[in-house]
């Protein structure tokens, strides 16, 4: 079988991503914190890119100013001479302390001991495996395990280390589980305390070490029987346990909280709830002026011509980013405006593909920018895909978004009795009224995604509150 050559001609269509299309695509992706670390990284290896306020100059007014007042600064009394320092020549002092945290805290303590070298090792051990609450949450076994066999440590010597630990401030520290963090708590009370009953210190003990799950449900007829006390003690040993601290670490607690910068703005300009771009998170940059002037008056070397062709690139797909969030945030202010005037029971159903139909874009294109962009509302800074949810139907033959349901759900909650909480049946019934017709199971879906206890440890609650 011979084969033969032959050339031949054919059209087809390919869809190529541009290195400056995949750029514009990972920029809409970004959120506003890691677009900043993007320009400052960009900032960093382009000499040729710049911020606008970065080489911005004084005016000559300014500068004028600026030196009459250093000249009133040095023609005022005690301000010249070697004994007439201002405020600029005092040393700098720290404006906070480094705060301490609970290992230090700990490790201080250690030194003040007389432990010897080999029991300090394994507590420094442990104390490095405490958790933010000081719990540990590592087992004595796993971390014998983890320990070199040439070490030759013994189970004893790992559990004095353990117990020396728990003797340390605060009271309940390296405590394994809540009824020991309580236990060891109890013996700090009953060693610096001499007006608790024994009783009341036994029934609380007891409670800590065998009886917190039926402590929980609140009903204290069935832990009076179990633990045969009468309802005085009962009650004096509760009392005593609501002292204690579930937390002992709680005051070296070094979680900040996290603030989130809105990417839009929503105000309301007459009748019309309009959308605008936050200028905090939009990076003002720019080329700079006296290399692209050099580069354009005669050849330049090709690393610089791709230099400014990246940086001409790299503002274009900053400008686009903020153009297409932008488009979408005011498409999503327009279909959900019954949300500022009225809060989340006025959120609507919205889905993609309805703001992507309206703009003539992509689904993929509107979930990129509305991912990790925030806007800031008359009801808080809320992320634009929380305006998307699903449609409820309703008696009327209308629908309802599932936000607007949480809402609902919310308010029942917040009216109810202490005494005789909302079940999910009862919710459903309630909404039901309302003409919001869900099943029992979806209502318990939206209450836990709400954060709402079950109505029996509601009532639990309640009943450990009132007592």
Avoid at 18 to 25: A, D, G, M
Avoid at 305 to 324: D, E, Y
């Amino acid at each position: 079988m011979q084969s033969r050559q032959s050339l031949e001609l054919r059209q087809h269509q390919q869809l190529a991503l541009t290195p400056q299309l995949q750029q514009s695509i990972r920029f809409l992706q970004l959120s506003s914190h890691e677009l900043e670390l993007e320009v400052a990284q960009a900032l960093l290896e382009n000499p040729l890119l710049e911020r606008e306020e970065e080489y911005d100059t004084d005016t000559p007014d300014t500068v004028a100013d600026e030196a009459q007042a250093q000249e009133d600064r040095w023609a005022t009394p005690g301000m010249s001479g070697r004994n007439g320092g201002g405020a600029d020549d005092e040393p700098t002092r720290p404006e906070t302390a480094l705060a301490e945290t609970l290992q230090d805290h700990l490790l201080e303590q250690l030194r003040l001991t007389r432990a010897e070298a080999r029991d300090c090792a394994l507590i420094t051990l442990l104390i490095q495996e405490l958790d933010e609450n000081g719990y540990l949450p590592t087992s004595l076994d796993d971390v014998l395990a983890c320990l070199p066999e040439e070490l030759a440590v013994e189970p004893e010597e790992l559990h004095a280390a353990l117990r020396l630990l728990q003797s340390f401030d605060p009271p309940g520290v390296g405590a394994r589980s809540l009824g020991e963090c309580l236990c060891l708590q109890l013996d700090y009370l009953e060693a610096a305390s001499r007006t608790l009953e024994p009783e009341v210190l036994a029934c609380a003990r007891a409670i800590a070490r065998h009886h917190l799950g039926l402590l929980a449900t609140g009903n204290l007829i069935r832990l009076r029987d179990a633990l045969s006390c009468d309802q005085a003690v009962l009650r004096a040993a509760h009392a005593v346990l609501l002292q204690l601290e579930p937390k002992p670490a709680r005051d070296w607690a070094a979680s900040t909280a996290d603030y989130i910068t809105p990417d839009v703005l929503v105000n309301k300009v007459g009748k019309r709830w309009v959308a605008r771009v936050n200028p905090a998170t939009m990076p003002r940059l720019r080329i700079n002026a006296v290399y692209e002037d050099l580069l354009g008056k005669g050849p330049a070397a090709p690393a610089m011509q791709s230099q400014l062709q990246q940086a001409h690139g790299l503002i274009k797909s900053v400008s686009q980013r903020f153009v297409t969030v932008l488009r979408v945030a005011q498409a999503i202010v327009d279909r959900q405006q019954g949300y500022f005037e009225n809060g989340a029971a006025g959120m609507r159903p919205l889905v993609l593909r309805d703001i992507a139909q309206e703009l003539e874009l992509h689904e993929s294109t509107v979930s990129r920018a509305t991912k990790q962009k925030y806007a800031q509302t008359p009801w808080g800074v809320i992320e634009l895909k929380g305006f998307f949810g699903a449609a409820l139907q309703t008696d009327g033959g209308e629908s309802t978004s599932a936000a607007a349901v949480r809402s609902l759900i919310l308010k029942l909650v917040a009216a109810e009795s202490g005494a005789k909480p909302l079940s999910d049946n009862q919710i459903a019934l309630r909404l039901a009224d309302q003409g919001v017709v869900i099943a029992r199971r979806t209502v318990a879906k939206y209450r836990e995604a709400a954060g709402i206890e079950p109505a029996i440890l509601r009532k639990a609650r309640a009943a450990l509150e009132s007592r």
